[in-house]
């Protein structure tokens, strides 16, 4: 199994401002993602974060709003741009195994946006 | 895409009690997993079943993929087992994208 280090686990930032999400996995991994949850809601994707390239988005989320950094295997980073409240959510990061495509995810960060 | 949903949405048992939660889905999978996400959001990894029968102590999962659906048993409830649970499935084009289900919410009261 993967262990995901995700940091911080939670913040409450200002409207307007960034905060970036780091994610640490403690084994090289070819798939990152990002997801989002809202409020009472389910998990929803937000991006694959791809080595070496850019990230691929899913449909309602966008690079300028959600930019994601994959500088290596192991580590990948994830900024909230321009805060609103209606961002506040938790945020997750995820990787597989290298066995199968299990997921594995890291502790979330709760977010609030005041 | 593929469509997830779960029932029942919500379900509270007493202690001690028994609980089958079910996901179906829309379209063949790769991947199926059942998770537990706890009062503080961490989402714990309890079965990676995309087909066949699997147990853990009190826990045990079944996934029919011919047919489209999973159940989680919980037996002897404890009140740790309060939370909500997920299911989630890869695609068979899904390229290790997750797309989760609706959810169960379980409350066990002592």
């Known amino acids: 199994s993967a262990v995901i280090s995700q940091k911080p686990s939670r913040d409450i930032c200002q409207r307007g401002t960034s905060l970036t999400i780091q994610c640490q996995v403690d084994?090289?991994?070819?798939?990152m993602f990002w997801y989002r949850q809202q409020p009472g809601q389910s998990l929803t994707l937000i991006a694959t974060?791809?080595?070496?390239?850019?990230?691929?988005?899913e449909s309602g989320f966008v690079i300028d709003k959600f930019p994601i950094s994959r500088p290596n295997l192991t580590f990948s980073t994830l900024t909230v741009s321009n805060m609103s409240p209606e961002d506040s959510s938790i945020y997750l990061c995820s990787a597989g195994s290298a066995m199968n495509t299990e997921a594995f995810f890291g502790q979330g960060t709760r977010l609030t946006v005041v | 895409g593929i469509q997830v949903e779960q029932s029942p949405p919500d379900l509270i048992l007493q202690e001690g009690a028994n609980s089958t939660l079910r996901c179906n889905f829309s379209?063949?999978?790769?991947?199926l997993q059942w998770f537990h996400q706890n009062p503080w959001g961490q989402l714990i990894n309890l079965f990676y079943i995309p087909s066949g029968t699997k147990q853990n102590g009190r826990l045990s999962a079944t996934t029919v993929a011919t047919e489209r659906y999973s159940l989680l048993y919980i037996s002897s409830s404890q009140t740790t087992d309060s939370g909500v649970y997920f299911c989630a499935v890869e695609s068979n084009f899904g390229n290790e994208k997750l797309t989760f289900g609706t959810g169960t919410r379980l409350t066990i009261i002592p």
């Open positions: 084994s090289q991994v070819t798939m």
């Open positions: 379209d063949s999978v790769n991947n």
């Open positions: 974060a791809n080595q070496g390239s850019e990230a691929t988005y």
